[in-house]
């Protein structure tokens, strides 16, 4: 597709409820999601990285390069108007949580398990208030009752915006407690990936690791350090 517009900027706008927020606007013609729903954001600096899409563009416009633009499309069109489906679809990474299944402690793998995992759910547990049951195996256990409310109470409280950014940073690293620690401010996004691929990190110095398999670890990384921007952005 050809670039049809000379200006993207962001602008602020007040129509309605539904229409409360920022904007990015092409020439000063508002953008619609991909669901044609109108593309306002809470706040001028995602308005602003939504923008910013739009004029790095050349005269043929790459939509592969529209990260914000698609995050923020599915918060608006599959986030808000489902909030407590896409909750029950976040619950299950807490209760199969990665770092909750540890392996046997005399193996070599716990002790690092226990060094990079530990502090983050413990970290997580005093924030909340809650208790995470430890796992040495892979045979399923249940978490508490009360920790599972809690975080549905977590998730309850989130935005669009965050939520859409769990959804991507829960598949990531197979975590809900990575996730809620990612989108908190000041979070640590490469101690919290490394934390997220030890075990295939632990597979790559036992094994190595191809090319491909590092370009692939790459484009996860950055999609993981993305999700959090969108969250931080939108706060």
Known sequence: MKRFYKEATAEQTENGPEDSGWR?????RPIRTA????????????????AAEWARQGEEIDTAT??????????????????GTVIAELLPYAETDTLC??????????????E????????????????????SGIIHKPQPGPTLACLRSELD????????????????????????????????????????????DWQVELWGEDWEATERRAARFEAFRLAIALATLSR
């Open 24 to 28: 990015a606007v092409l020439d000063g």
């Open 35 to 50: 669901g044609g729903r109108p593309q306002v954001v809470p706040t001028q600096a995602l308005a602003q990285a939504l």
């Open 66 to 83: 529209f990260h914000y633009r698609d995050l923020a499309d599915f918060a608006i069109d599959a986030v808000a108007p489902a909030r």
């Open 101 to 114: 299944y540890r392996a046997d402690p005399d193996e070599a793998l716990y002790k690092r398990q226990m």
């Open 116 to 135: 990079m995992w530990e502090p983050v759910l413990s970290s997580a547990e005093a924030r909340l208030g809650v208790t995470f049951t430890r796992i």
């Open 157 to 200: 409280a989130c935005s669009d915006f965050e939520l859409a950014a769990l959804k991507m940073l829960s598949s990531l690293s197979a975590s809900l407690v990575i996730a809620l620690e990612a989108i908190r401010p000041g979070a640590d996004a490469e101690a919290l990936w490394k934390a997220a691929e030890l075990e295939a």
